[in-house]
């Protein structure tokens, strides 16, 4: 069975600019949550998808959007980069049915902001 | 590598050795406790889970401990292999996958 997929692996953008970070879970899975990772703040919640709804965000500013699409692929979105917003994004899936089943992480998108 | 923490705290063992890391968290009212395992380069990966209304489970090679009372999580690695070296963290959830991680603690297995 594939695990969770992200594109692209790295990325580079400029401040301003806005960027779309693409996730696809593992086949049957229905949720899908966004987490940024960086040193100094460790793994933060952005957001939580199921069945095309959000049901559970994390403390980040407005730039931070995402959406999940009927085959339960997920895109998240930064608009106006700013240079703190270089960090890995890490996707999870998981069956999602229960509140609480194990998240199974891709291997991230490295963003650079520069 | 990916870069996970400058300053994690520091766990040396030499292979063969049991290995324990521990972990604090946050909330009494979570329900649901996860250690994940994250190696250079890769996203972290499900070692073990365990739900509030239990204090021990065991998977393979590994033993999670949970004390509600002080808040406190362990994990314990029997005969630590040089393929266990990662950065380990616990997590804790507070409703609908929204995970709370802790800092991390990186484990060096020398052989």
């Known amino acids: 069975k594939a695990g969770v997929t992200q594109t692209p692996r790295y990325l580079i953008k400029t401040r301003g600019q806005q960027v779309t970070l693409s996730c696809s879970p593992i086949?049957?899975?229905?949720?899908v949550s966004w987490y940024q990772q960086t040193p100094g703040q460790g793994l933060q919640f952005l957001f939580e998808?199921?069945?095309?709804?959000?049901?559970n965000k994390g403390n980040f500013p407005g730039r931070f959007s995402g959406r999940q699409f009927s085959n339960s692929r997920s895109e998240m979105n930064v608009s106006t980069l700013e240079l703190g917003d270089s960090a890995l994004y890490l996707c999870?899936?998981?069956?999602?049915?229960?509140?609480?089943?194990?998240?199974?992480f891709g291997n991230g998108t490295r963003l650079t902001v520069t | 590598g990916e870069s996970v923490g400058l300053h994690l705290p520091t766990l040396s063992v030499q292979e063969g050795d049991n290995s324990i890391i521990n972990c604090a968290y946050s909330?009494?009212?979570?329900?649901?406790f996860i250690w994940y395992k994250q190696e250079s380069g890769k996203g972290p990966q499900f070692i073990i889970d365990?739900?509030?209304?239990?204090d021990k489970r065991q998977g393979q090679r590994v033993t999670v401990l949970l004390n509600k009372t002080v808040k406190h999580l362990s994990l314990q690695i029997a005969a630590t292999q040089p393929g266990d070296s990662a950065v380990y963290f616990c997590?804790?959830?507070?409703?609908?996958?929204?995970?709370?991680f802790g800092t991390g603690t990186r484990l060096l297995v020398s052989p």
């Open positions: 999870a899936s998981s069956k999602g049915q229960a509140p609480n089943s194990p998240l199974h």
């Open positions: 086949s049957g899975h229905r949720s």
């Open positions: 998808y199921f069945s095309e709804t959000q049901r």
């Open positions: 909330n009494s009212a979570s329900d649901y």
């Open positions: 365990i739900r509030s209304n239990m």
């Open positions: 997590a804790e959830t507070l409703g609908f996958q929204k995970l709370v």
